[in-house]
């Protein structure tokens, strides 16, 4: 939350990142993040800091909300053990605004401050506010102007960004590298005799071929292909000797390894797979149907029985699902998800009933739970008044930094517990909740047979809106047959139909 004046012993996680990278350059070797880190370290060193290994986040871009080094950070701090997250500023941590407030108040939420060696008193909002919006400002600026120019070294024919697999760059032209120019050519040929993505990929990583990923490592020995590797190399255009940047498309300073003849051929064959995989059987109920072992099941076809729901444990290469039955033919589905919500709907009681049968359940399973709510409240909100009250005597200078930290902290510490017990203590059931689940129950049933038959699409949507999942089961028998698994609150107008 602040810089240098921070004098406690804490135990903080180092955050790095660089927004482009060289050529020749990886994570473990980045001069930028290097520094970076030698900055943090002094920093630490000299306010008594202790500091975990670092995460370093290379070659990516600071308004990236899924950058891989984010997500680790959240796992880490998860796991425990962390005061705080530093960063050499503010920038490197986020360069889009919305992002860095959601990202600094899910960390301060969970006791983790943000400290950052080149803003001062980011703990304020106002503060912390205008350098987030420069930083957004700034990158928007930079942007529209490397599009511009982006732009005009496309007409020139000049390539941007890096080099692809089967080039180098030298001087801003693209060089071909004679040994994986092979490859690429290989790739195009195999592709038009009929082999998929998947299959190429399978065989460069047999013949050891590097990856455009792991090419520049010292050891490419291990890494694998992939199809969309395969996938990417058939897409570029860069292949035909061209440049593309948006709409602009001009002919290169570089050699081409393959023809346009070859590359539009190709594209044929994309746009035709891509149609097919689109056109594949489906089913109104795609997305919603789960085996009992809990995996989603995908509609497959089959010699025997044409048209299933198939547990996907089994559609995948080496897992098997132990369920019985887990496959049910699409047209048995179909019919049995129509019967069962018809005969779930009928058992359904009023609101006010299920209400009534609910409150009571509530009062004979847990006695004291609104007066144990009423005071765990009462005592949340004499914290928030407590913190208030520090943090004006803290804004009129009557209160050092260190003990509005120190305050802070054991504030935040006390509500989170409180918070923690408050969750163990549900509130007393809401009328307007049930009103409203009674209401949504009532729309599909006077409308399950109608729309089922007429627009099933219609059904889907109102049954995902639900969040009502239909699960494969077996029947009296040993056949395959649907049940609804239905949210909690729904299936207390269901479950409770009976008797309370």
């Known amino acids: 939350m602040t810089d240098g004046s921070i004098a406690k012993r804490l135990v903080v996680l180092p955050y790095l990142r660089q927004s482009e990278s060289k050529d020749d350059e990886t994570a473990d070797d980045s001069l930028s993040l290097d520094a970076q880190l030698s900055a943090i370290r002094r920093h630490a060193a000299a306010h008594g800091l202790s500091l975990l290994p670092a995460i370093r986040d290379h070659d990516l871009r600071g308004a990236d909300p899924d950058r891989p080094g984010i997500q680790t950070l959240r796992e880490r701090i998860a796991a425990g053990g962390v005061d705080a997250v530093i960063v050499f500023d503010l920038k490197r941590f986020a360069r889009d605004y919305v992002w860095q407030e959601l990202t600094y108040r899910e960390l301060t939420a969970r006791g983790v401050r943000v400290i950052s060696l080149h803003d001062p008193h980011i703990d304020h909002t106002l503060n912390r506010g205008i350098i987030g919006v420069v930083n957004q400002y700034q990158t928007e600026e930079i942007a529209r102007y490397v599009a511009a120019a982006c ?63 792991s090419r520049r490592a010292e050891s490419a020995l291990g890494k694998s292909w992939n199809s969309q590797m395969v996938h990417d190399i058939l897409d570029r255009l860069t292949y035909t000797g061209q440049v593309q940047t948006g709409e602009i498309v001009a002919a290169g300073l570089h050699d081409p390894i393959i023809s346009a003849e070859t590359f539009a051929i190709a594209q044929r064959l994309r746009r035709q797979q891509k149609r097919v995989r689109r056109e594949r059987p489906t089913s109104w109920l795609e997305h919603l149907v789960f ?126 517990s409180l918070t923690q017990l408050l969750a163990t203590h549900p509130p007393p059931p809401d009328a307007e909740t049930y009103r409203s689940a009674a209401a949504a129950l009532s729309t599909l049933q006077s409308a399950v047979e109608r729309v089922a038959t007429h627009e099933p699409a219609a059904l889907r949507r109102m049954l995902q809106r639900l969040d009502v999942h239909v699960v494969i089961a077996k029947d009296s028998g040993r056949y395959a047959t649907i049940r609804l698994a239905w949210p909690a609150t729904l299936q207390e107008f269901i479950s409770r139909a009976d008797g309370p």
């Open 291 to 416: 085996c009992g072992c809990g995996q989603r099941c995908r509609v497959a076809r089959t010699q025997r029985d044409g048209l299933q729901f198939r547990c996907t444990a089994d559609l995948r290469a080496g897992q098997e699902c132990g369920t019985i039955p887990r496959n049910i033919t699409v047209a048995k589905a179909e019919a049995a998800t129509v019967a069962a919500l018809i005969a779930d709907l009928e058992r359904v009681t009023d609101w006010a009933t299920t209400l009534r049968q609910a409150q009571e359940r509530q009062r004979r399973q847990l006695p004291d739970a609104e007066r144990e709510r009423h005071r765990l409240a009462c005592r949340l909100a004499e914290l928030e008044r407590e913190r208030e009250r520090l943090l004006d005597l803290y804004a009129q200078g009557k209160l050092t930094m260190a003990r509005w930290d120190a305050a802070d902290v054991r504030l935040a510490g006390e509500a989170e």
């Open 151 to 213: 732009a005009e070294r496309a007409r020139r024919g000049i390539h941007h960004g890096k080099a692809p697999f089967g080039y180098r760059k030298a001087d801003d032209r693209l060089i071909l590298v004679p040994a994986e120019a092979t490859w690429v050519e290989w790739v195009f040929t195999q592709y038009l005799a009929g082999w998929s993505g998947r299959a190429i990929a399978r065989a460069l990583t047999a013949q050891h071929v590097p990856t455009p990923n």
